[in-house]
């Protein structure tokens, strides 16, 4: 006994073998990866960065009593006072950049944020928090700032945590080429201490039109081949992209 067979069912089974076949033979291509270094620097001569409220903002830009170094020794007949947990405030020996600002966090001192006390406020807060940085950032190809330029990176990050510990970024970042119409946007929380944190591509210009995707972001040491008399962060960021 034969069945007959239909003609679309047969014509069905033909066109998803080709369908498979060619699949095989091209397959999709990969997401779109591409890394790029940002320089953050604070201080010095040539910053790019600045924070412009908040306790640390304050003292960075010299709006109270004693905000530039002073050797950690109060000027006569005065007395320095300690934060809410009994740390006395510190700064940068180098530059006068105090202490919890920026994306290095107190990792300025040469140890690692988990590994020292937070700096506290009279509140019981850190002393950076609600401190935001405008930001106009060097974005290279390598980890030297004297790489191969891409561009700049411009936004502000806020330091959103009460123990100092992250910092919230919203920044674009501004490739060169184009005359920076590829742009590329980017939200999340960088996770200061953190070997690696995430950050959501939401948009972009150009090139990056309907570009979504995320970055991972982590923090390494500047090599200190191209000086630099500010306090830099260095951080060296993933793109994937999808469209």
Do not use: W
Request: glycine share 14%.
């Amino acid at each position: 006994m034969m069945i007959k067979q239909s003609p679309f069912l047969l014509l069905t089974v033909i066109l998803f073998t080709i369908a498979v076949f060619v699949a095989a033979l091209d397959p999709a291509p990969e997401d779109p990866i591409f890394e790029l270094y940002m320089h953050d620097l604070l201080g010095g001569s040539s910053p790019t960065a600045r924070p412009i409220t908040g306790l640390l903002g304050n003292i960075y830009n010299g709006q109270v009593p004693f905000a530039k170094q002073i050797g950690f020794t109060p000027p006569e007949n005065g007395i320095a006072i300690p934060n809410a947990n009994g740390a006395l405030p510190t700064v940068n020996g180098i530059n006068g950049v105090p202490l919890g600002t920026g994306l290095s966090g107190t990792a300025y001192s040469g140890q690692n944020l988990n590994g020292i006390q937070t700096q506290l406020g009279p509140d019981g807060l850190s002393l950076g928090f609600g401190t935001i940085t405008v930001i106009d950032d060097i974005l290279t190809s390598g980890p030297d700032l004297g790489s191969q330029p891409l561009g700049k990176a411009q936004g502000v990050y806020v330091a959103s945590s009460a123990d100092g510990s992250t910092q919230m970024m919203a920044f674009t970042a501004m490739l060169e080429g184009g005359e920076y119409n590829d742009n590329l946007n980017f939200y999340g929380i960088y996770r200061i201490g953190s070997a690696m944190s995430h950050l959501s591509v939401t948009g972009g210009t150009g090139r990056f039109k309907n570009a979504c995707g995320f970055a991972e972001v982590r923090p390494l040491i500047p090599s200190g081949q191209h000086e630099v008399d500010g306090a830099e962060s260095l951080l060296r960021i993933i793109v994937h992209l999808k469209y």
